[in-house]
């Protein structure tokens, strides 16, 4: 039984043909995406690399550019593909489509597709073009420059020792905001959202990826940070966390960010804040230290 595929799908071809089948996949010379007709019958050892039958066939030609192009350059993978013996089992198993997978895949496109409608304020043409000025001003609220300038002054105005360690402490939590937010962009690498127009004052090299939203860790961090150590009445506590919803959904409004950048920056401001509690620096402590 020979399967015939009538349909062209996106399949990228080996960096090196020359020493192999045309149908092996991988990546062109130019490293650009190529597209190659399945109405051939695959050689017998592809056949045996992709699981026997066509499903998984068709299946391996549809797995993510990223992951073929990695087992391509394993040792493994490339003997077979010369004629060597078969991958181990659990290569064959990373076939099939898992359902945390196809979840996975399902909520990138609902996210997508949300954080564009949500883009109302992405140029002054949007639909909501008019309120950028204003979502910008909030963006500058939530900007780490302010905040990071904001704390040492206090620091260094501060005459009491409760209100020297508070500041201290803030500021020491901004600065593991920027560590732990940089690290995270520079490990995902997420691009910012197509509509975002690339116009925020002050950025470093990692804010060219999204996520996750550093403007959103920082609000909730400082949110939590706020309410566990200022006194205040009840209207400005509510102030407080309302800043904190505004400067998340003007990232998504500006076109800064996808819905889950901001999602998971919320929930990792959150988090951030066990952490400056758990890591409390009091200054006699902090005095000893350097002492
Ligand atoms: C002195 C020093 C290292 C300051 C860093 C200030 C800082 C955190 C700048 C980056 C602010 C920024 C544009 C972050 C991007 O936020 P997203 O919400 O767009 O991720």
């Known amino acids: 039984h020979r399967p015939k595929v009538n349909k062209t799908m996106p399949s990228p071809k080996a960096k090196n043909n020359s020493g192999r089948s045309g149908s092996v996949p991988g990546i062109g ?9 399945l109405n051939r019958t695959p050689s017998p050892h592809l056949l045996q690399r992709q699981g026997s039958d066509p499903t998984s066939a068709r299946l391996r030609a549809s797995e993510s550019p990223t992951r073929r192009r990695g087992s391509g350059s394993s040792n493994a993978s490339s ?13 064959c198993m990373r076939l099939n489509p898992s359902f945390i997978g196809i979840a996975l895949s399902s909520l990138l496109a609902i996210d997508l597709w949300l954080s564009k409608r949500l883009g109302v304020c992405a140029c002054e043409e949007s639909p909501w073009g008019s ?8 963006e500058v609220s939530g900007h780490g420059i302010p905040w990071l300038a904001g704390a040492a002054y ?3 105005k501060s005459d009491s020792a409760a209100g020297q360690e508070v500041m201290l402490n803030l500021l020491l939590a901004l600065v593991l ?3 732990l937010v ?9 691009r910012r959202p197509a509509h975002n127009r690339m116009d925020m004052f002050a950025t470093f090299s990692v ?13 909730a961090m400082c949110a939590r940070f706020l309410l566990a150590h200022l006194v205040l009445a009840a209207p400005l506590r509510v102030l407080v966390l309302l800043w904190a919803t505004l400067v998340g959904l003007s990232r998504v409004m500006l076109g800064r960010h996808n819905v889950t950048d901001v999602a998971f920056g919320f929930g990792m401001g959150y988090c951030q804040y066990n952490l400056v509690e758990a890591l409390w620096v009091s200054p006699a402590g902090l005095q000893s230290t350097l002492g």
């Not at 010379?29 to 007709?37: A, D, K, L, Q």
């Not at 804010?207 to 609000?219: I, L, Q, V």
Request: charged share 25%; proline share 9%; hydrophobic share 35%.
């Open 131 to 138: 309120m950028r000025p204003l979502m910008k001003l909030i």
């Open 79 to 91: 003997s077979s593909a010369a004629g060597g013996p078969p991958l181990p089992e659990e290569d």
């Open 177 to 179: 905001d920027v560590i």
């Open 29 to 37: 010379n130019n490293g650009r995406y190529e597209f190659m007709s």
């Open 154 to 156: 206090c620091l260094y």
């Open 182 to 190: 940089g690290t995270v962009k520079a490990v995902v690498r997420r």
């Open 207 to 219: 804010d060219r990826y999204s996520f996750p939203s550093g403007h959103a860790t920082r609000a």
